[in-house]
């Protein structure tokens, strides 16, 4: 697909290694020739130089041929401009980045009718979204919902002591009542489908699904339940925070902000009244502890520095937050702190590039492609993808005991109607159904694909 | 370095010489001639070197940095001339090693300049394998390696760079390998058409296809002892015109595939490319008239002569050695400036003269008012000064390496004139030059150490110099 990225900046390029791992023809514009060398040098791209709300630029990107048009500079309004441009000569798609939170209430509407966006991502608010996801289930480290919310997936590593380990995953199901499934295991670097015979470890990074209205009970029973975090100490006044405290003071949670900027913290109070704002330096171990860190539920380190959100989520581990985590935006050091022990890391460029992955997966859906809808999990080594079932004789009406996947594929899901079906080995799927599968190899485009 | 896949990627042209040679060996056995025993050999040496070092480098990243690009480039085309010039010692037909590594290299780099002293004794399967090698050498065998084979890595874009000449080196399209694909796609269609052509104007299939390969790859070997001269006007005025649209930059032709017709139109360096040459037909017409009979046989001589030499190629219709002073000196100029960037065409290219003569038109503006602000533009876009700079390192490196050439064929008992052109015409991969290497001469009278160093400046030229020089010097391969 032919695809244009205005802006080679930070996310610009996260979101042009992700497209062009995809497969997708790309198209980097940028004004600055230095910023564009480097992405042209190391990815498969062609660089041209100007400003994206330049008519000649666009028309030199070959913009009237292109599907999508991404526009994600550091400025609202050229990203707007350049995608409303975009879309009068011919652009089929436009997503702009539209980050101030002026821009982002209720005049937010409008203009994307006005200027004929196909849908603004605001990188805070979606950091923000993920971050509140996990504090309400803190025992996970991701949280993914699939098919509208039927059916979610978290995230978690196993504790040594967890009911989960050591006995086959078969044996697992049928002691306990609720009906879920694990459907990939990260151990080490290594991604696995598992099979009935697996053994699950200590240490192990599971993915499990289950039906929206069993997880609790679920979770309950295999005890690794922890109860949602009613105290939380945000790091970092950024927009990050500001739209996290907002989702979290509403579903009231107590909320400690802690940030530098007299001005920002101010600001802060004036836009959340109910949240506890200090205004002071973060990097400051006692003034942490004076907060009463080791009496909070979880913390949030999100400062504009990766070095500093690492190191002071090793501070608050060590002084026992049962939850903590850490905002680290550059993919290298994000690796290093998880290696070093740091459970949960969020990185918003690696979710913003997600968002436009899956919606170009979506938009080569409407040329041929099957895949509904798509969702990276366990740090890229493996994919949710939802389909929607057409009437094959190879796949319909057959027990999924006796069809013959491919190796490391696993339908995960059935939505049949309002219901969502965990699978066994004598359900099958019906035309009309939407499944969801998980893959650790390959690309599929179909679900057909999936047989052998 | 990433030395694995520098020799993986080498390995890898290797085997595509290997299929290659099937080639010129499909055409030995159809003319039944005994030449085709020493082309498999050669196919099958290409086939145990190339399958050897992909197979014993299989490559742990497939990484590509400038540095690797530039040193596989040199690297591939060193190691291809070496396997190229087997089947012409192996079937003897060139007895010396030495004669048949500096024939294939003549080849590949698409010079042309030959130490053969009778081509007509040639067999068909070596003539056509001789000819071959420009075609391939003439847009690039990195580059049909990219159209043909998928790289991981979306690096690849450095060998591009190190093998398409000219000062910017810019994609079409997103992919390098849709790129790659696209200009062998365009290059093999003229070379069709011309065919085409040139069997309508009653030139045999086997001469026709052979001069096709000579001319897309602006390379200049002919199978007759007097060139293109003795064939019909028709063919040789069909000829002109396809020299002189090899020498044009193949960007220019995707244009005219995807119909943006302005932006043909408004490139300066092709309107420089196409003014150069009218007025060097007009000044070679004007000069010679007296020498033939009628202005029809003088401006074709001269249109001939005047687009072989500027865009590198080396055909002759007549003995150009013979021509006035005035003449020659306009010829031997011709053959410094060459054709447009990124066509098949040797030679400093036109783009970079232009650019460097904005910029000293700039630093002479700056001589006179100090303060003044110079931005140099190049088809309507400004050039970063890096390249600005490069090129005129590029510029001084050029003529260093004329100097240092020259010097060391010096001790040649031919004259000024024979050397300092023979340099010339090996550098800027024209192929002939005056006095002993003019049209009707050849290079064989030439010392081996001389042919080896003529060899190794056609290698630079053809690349441009970086990629060999960078590939010679020791501090590349040591670990830093």
């Known amino acids: 697909m032919q695809i244009i990225v205005v802006g080679c900046g930070k996310i610009g390029t996260t979101i042009i290694a992700s497209l062009v791992a995809e497969g997708h023809d790309v198209t980097a514009i940028d004004s600055r020739s230095e910023a564009l060398e480097e992405v042209t040098n190391i990815y498969d791209v062609i660089g041209i130089q100007g400003n994206g709300g330049d008519c000649e630029t666009l028309a030199s990107a070959g913009v009237d041929k292109t599907e ?88 978690l590593i196993l504790r040594p002591e967890s009911p989960l380990v050591g006995a086959p995953l078969s044996q697992l199901r049928s002691r306990y009542q609720a009906k879920f499934l694990i459907c990939v295991v990260q151990r080490g670097d290594e991604v696995f489908i598992p099979d009935g015979n697996f053994v699950l470890q200590g240490g192990d990074k599971i993915g499990i699904t289950a039906a929206y209205t069993e997880f609790h009970k679920l979770m309950r029973e295999v005890g690794i339940a922890q109860k949602q975090a009613r105290h939380v100490m945000i790091l970092g006044g950024s927009r990050t925070g500001y739209y996290l405290a907002k989702r979290l ?64 989520s090793f501070f608050a581990a060590s002084h026992n937050v049962p939850k903590v985590i850490s905002k680290v935006s550059r993919d290298e050091l994000g690796t290093l702190a998880q290696k070093l022990g740091l459970e949960c890391i969020v990185s918003p460029r690696k979710i913003i590039a997600n968002v436009l992955v899956r919606y170009a997966r979506a938009l080569e859906n409407s040329l041929g492609s099957n895949v509904e809808n798509l969702y990276k999990l366990m740090d890229d080594g493996a994919e949710a993808l939802e389909f929607n079932v057409k009437d094959n004789p190879r796949l319909v009406r057959i027990p999924l005991r006796t069809l013959q996947l491919k190796p490391q594929v696993l339908i995960a899901g059935i939505l049949r109607g309002r219901e969502a079906i965990i699978p066994s080995g004598e359900d099958m799927i019906l035309p009309g159904d939407r499944v969801v599968v998980i893959a650790a190899a390959g690309h599929f485009r179909d679900l057909a694909d999936i047989i052998k | ?66 540095k690797e690009g530039f040193v596989i480039v040199a690297l591939s085309w060193l190691i291809l001339s070496t396997v190229g010039a087997l089947p012409f010692f192996l079937s003897r037909e060139i007895p010396s090693y030495i004669d048949a590594l500096f024939e294939t290299i003549s080849g590949f ?120 001269a003795g064939y019909t006007p028709a063919a040789q005025w069909i000829i002109t015109v396809f020299m002189w649209l090899f020498g044009i930059n193949f960007n220019l032709y995707y244009l005219l595939l995807i119909r943006a017709f302005r932006g043909v139109l408004s490139n300066r360096e092709l309107w420089v490319y196409f003014g150069v040459t009218v007025a060097a037909v007009v000044l070679i017409t004007c000069n010679t008239l007296p020498l033939y009979d009628g202005f029809g046989e003088a401006v074709r001589y001269a249109a001939f002569q005047t687009v072989s030499i500027v865009t590198t190629t080396g055909y002759a219709t007549t003995n150009f050695d013979l021509w006035p002073e005035l003449s020659k000196a306009v010829l031997f100029l011709l053959m410094f400036i060459g054709g447009c960037a990124g066509s098949t065409a040797g030679g400093l290219k036109v783009s970079r003269l232009v650019l460097l003569i904005k910029t000293v038109g700039r630093d002479l503006k700056r001589l006179v008012h100090p303060r003044s602000v110079g931005v140099i533009k190049l088809e309507g876009k400004r050039v970063e000064d890096t390249v600005v700079r490069s090129t005129s390192a590029y510029f001084v490196l050029y003529f260093l390496l004329v100097g240092g050439c020259f010097l060391l064929v010096s001790g040649e008992p031919f004259g000024l004139e024979s050397n300092l052109s023979a340099v010339v015409a090996c550098i800027n991969n024209v192929g002939p030059g005056f006095g002993e290497v003019g049209p009707a001469g050849s290079f064989a009278a030439y010392s081996g150490f001389s042919k080896i160093v003529l060899s190794f400046a056609m290698l630079f030229g053809r690349l441009e110099i970086y990629p060999l020089l960078i590939t010679l010097m020791p501090r590349t391969w040591m670990k830093d």
């Open chain 1, 68 to 155: 999508l048009v991404v526009a994600v500079t550091g400025s609202d309004e050229l990203n707007m401009l350049s995608c409303y441009i975009a879309r009068q000569m011919g652009a089929a798609h436009t997503i702009a980045r539209i980050r101030s939170p002026e821009y982002n209430d209720s005049s937010l509407e409008p203009m994307k009718q006005h200027l004929r966006l196909s849908t603004s991502i605001n990188p805070e608010r979606l950091a923000a979204e993920e971050l509140y996801h996990i504090l309400r289930l803190p025992s996970a480290v991701k949280i993914e919902t699939f098919s509208h919310r039927k059916f979610e997936m978290i995230e």
């Open chain 1, 249 to 312: 003071l509403n579903a009231g949670v107590s909320v400690k902000i802690i940030e530098q900027d007299r001005a920002l913290c101010e600001e802060l109070c004036d836009l959340l009244p109910k949240a506890t704002v200090i205004n002071g330096d973060g990097a400051q171990q006692e003034l942490l502890l004076e907060e009463g860190l080791e009496d909070m539920d979880a913390f949030v380190s999100l400062t504009g520095m990766d070095e500093e959100n690492i190191l002071l």
């Open chain 2, 1 to 66: 370095m990433n030395r694995r896949m520098v020799f993986f990627m080498t390995g890898r042209i290797v085997l595509l010489e290997a299929a290659l040679l099937l080639l010129p060996l499909l055409v030995s056995v159809i003319y039944r001639e005994s030449c085709g025993w020493a082309v498999l050999a050669a196919s099958a040496v290409a086939l145990v070197v190339g399958g050897g070092l992909s197979l014993f480098s299989r490559p742990k990243t497939q990484t590509i940095y400038a």
């Open chain 2, 109 to 228: 780099t698409t010079t042309g300049a030959s130490i053969l002293t009778d081509v007509e004794s040639m067999s068909h399967g070596l003539l056509f394998w001789r000819s071959f090698t420009h075609w391939i050498g003439g847009m690039g065998v990195l580059v049909l390696v990219m159209a043909l084979v998928p790289t991981g890595s979306g690096r690849s874009i450095h060998m591009m760079r190190a093998e398409v000449p000219g000062p910017i080196v810019g994609k079409l399209v997103p992919r390098v390998r849709d790129t790659a694909k696209i200009l062998y796609l365009i290059y093999l269609v003229l070379t069709f058409i011309e065919i085409a052509l040139l069997l309508l104007a009653d030139m045999p299939l086997f001469d026709s296809v052979i001069h096709a390969f000579g001319t897309a790859g602006t390379g200049g070997f002919g199978i007759k002892a007097d060139s293109i």
